[in-house]
């Protein structure tokens, strides 16, 4: 198998344990368990040993889920993006059982030994957020001061939905904070 298959798998499976299991979870052991990679793989490939995993997988994770925003609200208007985005988060939870929720609130909550590098990676992610969903409202006709509290009060009440969908096993917490975004958005 080449080296890159090893690696990706290694990167797929700390950023799955990353979203079920938190920062404390993702564990060179684990990695090597889910991604059937052989030991000596994680320092050929991470020479940094699991701090290095873990930030791979956490900058993976961010940079797909900013990708898939940034394309989302380009592509179409803000009320449409958040039925697509929470369409996406069911889906995910739904075929995950309820057991995997966003990376970056993992990076977020990181431990204090792990804290640094994984915090300043879930800032400058949910930055990145902000400043897309800031420029999408801003085009509805927002000043942007307001579409930037909007979009900070969006990525607050979307993470905490997720977390509340895992905790409840139900995609109810979505349904329900759906309505009162979209009226956020449509004073307008």
């Not at 995910?92 to 609130?105: K, M």
């Not at 909007?150 to 917490?173: D, K, W």
């Amino acid at each position: 198998m080449p080296q890159g298959d090893t690696k990706a798998r290694m990167v797929d499976s700390a950023t799955r344990i990353l979203r079920e299991r938190g920062v404390s979870g993702v564990t060179v052991d684990a990695v090597l368990a889910d991604s059937g990679a052989p030991r000596g793989s994680v320092y050929h490939h991470f020479p940094g040993g699991r701090d290095e995993l873990v930030l791979t997988a956490g900058r993976a994770a961010a940079d797909y889920i900013t990708g898939l925003l940034t394309d989302t609200v380009a592509g179409c208007d803000m009320m449409t993006a958040l039925d697509l985005f929470i369409a996406f988060w069911k889906q995910t939870l739904a075929e995950t059982d309820y057991g995997a929720g966003c990376p970056v609130a993992a990076l977020g909550a990181a431990s204090a030994s792990d804290a640094a590098m994984l915090l300043d990676l879930a800032a400058a992610t949910f930055d990145r957020w902000k400043e897309a969903l800031s420029g999408a409202i801003e085009s509805t006709g927002f000043p942007p001061g307001e579409a930037r509290i909007l979009a900070t009060t969006l990525i607050s009440t979307l993470e905490g939905a997720i977390t509340l969908c895992r905790v409840y096993r139900s995609s109810r917490p979505l349904d329900d904070v759906a309505g009162p975004m979209k009226s956020l958005l449509a004073r307008r």
